[in-house]
């Protein structure tokens, strides 16, 4: 821990003056407060490029500054003046680096140049791009597709993505697992079988019709805080929002949109959650049941005095299947039980059901706060239960909506990389390009940690990200990694996988988004994919970090070429030196998503894809939305609920970092400063466990699989929590994941809800590593 670090509450509001000093004084640091400034205010508009940190909406109208803190953050993180150049390398040994913070490794700067391991020297050294491709090319060649992974982080453009994708299947492998392994695959899991349709169904413009806003663990503060403009005005109309999160999130209780200028000098904060419930982590199937139960004997007895009914029965009886089953355990659940398992009192849960019941449109938004648990798939199938109750799915103003993370990664998945073959059209592909794809089944995130670990995985290639340290079970991740024999980073700065080299290991620098990315037939445009299935153009505007690198699409088009036979049906080539080619193949693979592609990726406000269940066609094996009974009411059945010393972790992000990218040290909104090592728990807990605030302590995960997973150097800190439950910063945390803690189905790893003891730290261990 730092000499300066400062734990103390923040008394202001979600944006405000403090976001505008917090973008200065990033912009100050990365060398960029002049062009910096200008740069930015081409951000997420119709003539200018996607921003690269979150992936919410994109309005058709936007604001003069179309930014916010943390897309600033991330825009100054990548333009950034600093470099990591081959001297560097030849100064700092790889297990040098290693000792380095995340912080630290990122803030060197960006990478300039192709680089290989060399193990002699424990050193990166430079080398060609041919050399590169070529040897890379010639190790593939050797493997059985089946060892080998080809990982995306969900940053990387709809067109890279397509080529990332087809190459992997002309390859011969379906191992294309992505960061939504990690993240909304409880979503991509529990849609498809709930509506018919594995993506949200609200569109910005729902935010002016809506008349109930239903928000789930998600931070919108700090994860995408451009979303608290449509949820301000919402707010502003008296739209009641109701939020369930265990923390209380600032951005989540009020904002100050740091673009109006009379709402900065006057200090006028907007309220944004009307109620919030400070459920327990995992308890909100119970939460919802209870509204669930509510508003269905609210009902009953509602039809048996002859009055107005609460339910929507014209849209239950025409549009849904399983309603019976569902209300029936809705009546059957006990209040006490619903209780006990939301932390929450009945009132609490009725009264928010009372206002439900008011709306003639309710949506319910949420994030990772419901995707990572153990029943992540029937966390979100359990709100969409209470949606359809009202008929509150395809209707303007009504809807679910995922608030998704990485810029691009609900647009991975439109464009074909998935581990599962169903949901590509293989058939299509195979007519396109003349080849056989495979039909079986490739890994997901969590199964290649686990094939990596018992060294059925040979390589690994990855197309942006920073896998070994977003995982779960790190210690036991990067003991196996070295056994890997190639491992291949395309990437735009220096994280922990380099420093965790295979047997041959490359580090691939790429182009970022916001850079001018020039071909033989101009500068190109890419697009992406936003949280509500609308697709945007984005063309780079900076001078690249260095004349060395290379873009995305053309690094995966040479690795192709380097590693496949001649396949004449396949423009490698045409499409690198024009990216409207890439997207004609796009259209011809998916002709009802991407109809004019390459026109309408410049409409203002994009295009969206047409998405079924927003007109009430539901592509289901029932043909209807399906309410879903769920097994338990315990989202994460079976942890900590004999020990009253075991705690539930659950895994956050600051308001200074963007995934493992860590920005700096200032948490402003939970009041964390110069220090990411903290622990933070309810006053009852501490003192039932005997800890004082300040006091460092070890965590341990209390599982019984004969692994011993700790961290080290947490210090205890005093927050509203409810008791029972704490919470740490990802990635840090990571190292107490057991591998095999995932959602049910979907695998997404069960972040918020590890189960803990805490233990005061003995003074000859080692602090843990950052
Ligand atoms: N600044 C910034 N922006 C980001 C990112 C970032 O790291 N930094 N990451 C991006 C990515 S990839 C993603 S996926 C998104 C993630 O964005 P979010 O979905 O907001 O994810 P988290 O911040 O991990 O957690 C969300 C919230 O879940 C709450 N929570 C935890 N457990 C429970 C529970 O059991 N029930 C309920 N109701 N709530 C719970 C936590 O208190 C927290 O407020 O953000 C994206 N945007
Ligand atoms: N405990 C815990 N673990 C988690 C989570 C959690 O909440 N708790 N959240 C999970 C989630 S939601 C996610 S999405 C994953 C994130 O997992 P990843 O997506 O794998 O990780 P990032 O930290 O986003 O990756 C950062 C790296 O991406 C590279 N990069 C940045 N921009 C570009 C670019 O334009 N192109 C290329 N090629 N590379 C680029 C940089 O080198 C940078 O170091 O982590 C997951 N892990
Ligand atoms: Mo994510």
Redo the contacts with the bound molecule.
Sequence with gaps: MNDESKIQPYSGPAGGWGSVRSVESILTKEGRLVSGNAILLKQNKPDGYACV???WAKPANPHPFEYCE?GA??TAWELTTKRVTPEFFAEHTVSDLRTWTDHDLEEAGRLTHPMRFDAGSDTYVPVSWEDAFHEIGQELKSFDPREVVFYTS?RASLETSYMWALFARLYGTNNLPD?SN???ESTSVALPKSIGVPVGTVILDDFEKTDCILF?????G????RMLHPLQDASKRGVPIIT????K?RG?ERFTNPQAPTEMLTGSETRISSQYHQ??????IA?LMGMAKSLIEADDRAREAGGKPILDHAFIAEHTHGFEEFAQAARQASWPDLERRSGLPQEALEAAATVYSQANAAMGI????????KAGVE?VQMLVNLLLLRGNIGKPGAGICP????SN?QGQRTVGISEKPELVPLDKLKEQYSFEPPRWKGLSTVETCEAIINGDVKAFVALGGNFVRAVPETAAMEEAWPRLRLSVQISTKLNRNHLIPGEISYILPCLGRIEIDEQETGPQAVSVEDSTACIHGSKGIAKPASSDLLSEPRIVAEIAKATLPVNDNVPWDEWVADYARVRDAIEETYPEDFRGFNERMWQPGGFHRPIAARERRWKTETGKANFTTPKSLE??LGIAEQDANILKL??????????T?VYGYYDRFRGVRGTRMVLFMNRNDIARLNLAEGDLVTLTTAVDDGVMRQVNGLRVTPYDIPEG?C?AY?PECNPLIPVWHHADESKVPA???IPIRITLMQEKQPEAAE
């Excluded at 789930?216 to 919108?220: C, P």
């Design positions: 940190s979150c992936a943390n953050k991330a969900g960061s990690m993240c909304h789930f663990g998600q931070n919108v700090t994860s995408s805080p369930f999160n265990p923390i999130e989540l459920v327990k982590i995992g308890g909100d939460a949420y994030g990772m706060g419901l995707t990572q648990h966390n608030v998704r993370g990485h990664v989202a994460d659950m895994t956050l992000r600051s308001n200074d970092q963007f995934n990218t439950c919470g990802y972040a918020k809800s």
